[in-house]
């Protein structure tokens, strides 16, 4: 195997699993099948100073590599699958405040995202646009509004390295 490739596998998600990233929304085991609505509140929050934006985004299946990752330092960033399940490479920022961090290989970790799950990501949480389990996922983007034109950093590992992403 090329000693620039990092194999990373996907994690099953759970609220501790992903704890150091952010947070886990899933839908409660307590369903009440006599009743025509069931609701749960706050099942998570998260703060936004200003207006948030909702995107779609759809991914594709590909090689399921990468060389790159990015960061919002300024935004949680929330993603709401809409269609199939995926899963999200993520690592720690070191410093929020340096602009120069890249991040590092042997960091990151994955997790498999089912359709009845929702992530909150903190803020400079480094990650990348998530692999569709199938041929295909989507899902809804929820951050500060445009942060994807003002507060995304993306840079390859400091390593040269590459990873490949396996569930």
Known sequence: MNSKLIKVKAKKLTAESFSKFGKV?????????TKTVNYWGTLATFKVEGQSE???????????RMDSMER????PEVLVPIEGDFVL??????????PDERPSAENVEAFYVNDKQCLVMAE??????PFPAWEQAS?????????SKSDMAIS???????IIVTW
Do not use: M, Q, Y
Request: charged share 35%; aromatic share 10%; glycine share 6%.
């Open 124 to 129: 400079g949480v480094w990650h990348w646009a």
């Open 25 to 33: 929304v899933e839908i409660p085991r307590t369903l009440d099948e």
């Open 89 to 98: 490479p993520v690592a720690l920022s070191k410093d929020l405040e340096d």
């Open 156 to 162: 390859k590992f400091k390593e040269g390295k590459e």
């Open 54 to 64: 909702v995107g779609v985004c759809i991914v594709k299946k590909n090689s399921n």
């Open 72 to 75: 919002h330092v300024k935004t």
């Open 139 to 147: 899902f809804f983007v929820i951050f500060k509004k445009e942060t």
